[in-house]
């Protein structure tokens, strides 16, 4: 992130009128919003996560609780349609089936992780790699992933590459502009659902 781009976020921290939920909400999720990913984690505070609700009703994003923890609430955003299409194709399919999904319908696969997530947050074991796909991650990363044991990555970015590591830098260097681009957006005063309709 540029220096310019920090200045903008620490004055943004101290000004009331500035809502941090969309702040967060940049920060977190700026390419799922701007059409890059299919899906994003965000975690926010549980005196907050009701104003992620209102932001994002009626936006074409979904919103499936994944998760809480130290006070804090962990989510899946996502664009159903492209989720659904994503794990259905054939290589993202034959992996889900790898990693002990019988049924890949997304709802199925949601609950499924969800729970092997939690399970993982309180025994820190068993670490649920599906997750990877069902944040969009190439299956060639998230196989490389699982096959290293995460050593070895060709570059580290969003998430570890194993496979096309400058396709994927130029990737996440959009990731980045696309963050710096809805702070700045934030900062003129243009307001998070506005920026979600223009998006979507």
Same mark, same amino acid.
């Given at each position: 992130?540029?220096?310019?781009?920090?200045?903008?976020?620490?004055?943004?921290?101290?000004?009331?009128?500035?809502?941090?939920?969309?702040?967060? @909400? /940049?920060?977190?999720?700026?390419?799922?919003?701007?059409?890059?990913?299919?899906?994003?984690?965000?975690?926010?505070?549980? *005196?907050?996560?009701?104003?992620?609700?209102?932001? @994002?009703?009626?936006?074409?994003?979904?919103?499936?609780?994944?998760?809480?923890?130290?006070?804090?609430?962990?989510?899946?955003? $996502?664009?159903?349609?492209?989720?659904?299409? %994503? @794990?259905?194709?054939? !290589?993202? /399919?034959?992996?889900?089936?790898?990693?002990? %999904?019988?049924?890949?319908?997304? !709802?199925?696969?949601?609950?499924?992780?969800?729970?092997?997530?939690?399970?993982?947050?309180?025994?820190?074991? !068993?670490?649920?790699?599906?997750?990877?796909?069902?944040?969009? $991650?190439?299956?060639? *990363?998230?196989?490389?992933?699982?096959?290293?044991?995460?050593?070895?990555?060709?570059?580290?970015? %969003?998430?570890?590459?194993?496979? *096309?590591?400058? /396709?994927?830098?130029?990737?996440?260097?959009?990731?980045? $502009? /696309?963050?710096?681009?809805?702070?700045? @957006?934030?900062?003129?005063?243009?307001?998070?659902?506005?920026?979600?309709?223009?998006?979507?």
């Amino acid at each position: 992130m540029s220096r310019d781009t920090w200045k903008i976020l620490k004055q943004m921290s101290m000004e009331e009128s500035i809502n941090q939920v969309e702040v967060e @909400l /940049a920060m977190q999720c700026a390419p799922l919003i701007t059409g890059m990913k299919i899906s994003n984690l965000f975690s926010i505070g549980l *005196d907050a996560y009701k104003a992620m609700y209102d932001i @994002l009703e009626n936006s074409g994003i979904s919103v499936y609780q994944m998760g809480l923890l130290d006070g804090r609430v962990l989510f899946l955003l $996502y664009q159903e349609n492209q989720l659904t299409s %994503y @794990l259905s194709r054939k !290589d993202v /399919a034959e992996l889900l089936t790898r990693f002990g %999904y019988d049924n890949v319908t997304p !709802d199925c696969i949601l609950d499924t992780c969800r729970r092997r997530y939690q399970k993982y947050m309180l025994e820190k074991k !068993d670490f649920p790699h599906e997750l990877g796909l069902i944040l969009g $991650y190439p299956p060639e *990363d998230v196989e490389g992933f699982v096959s290293q044991q995460g050593k070895n990555s060709l570059y580290t970015g %969003y998430w570890k590459v194993y496979k *096309d590591p400058e /396709a994927k830098k130029a990737l996440f260097d959009r990731f980045e $502009y /696309a963050k710096e681009s809805l702070i700045h @957006l934030l900062s003129c005063g243009i307001g998070m659902k506005e920026i979600i309709s223009v998006c979507s």
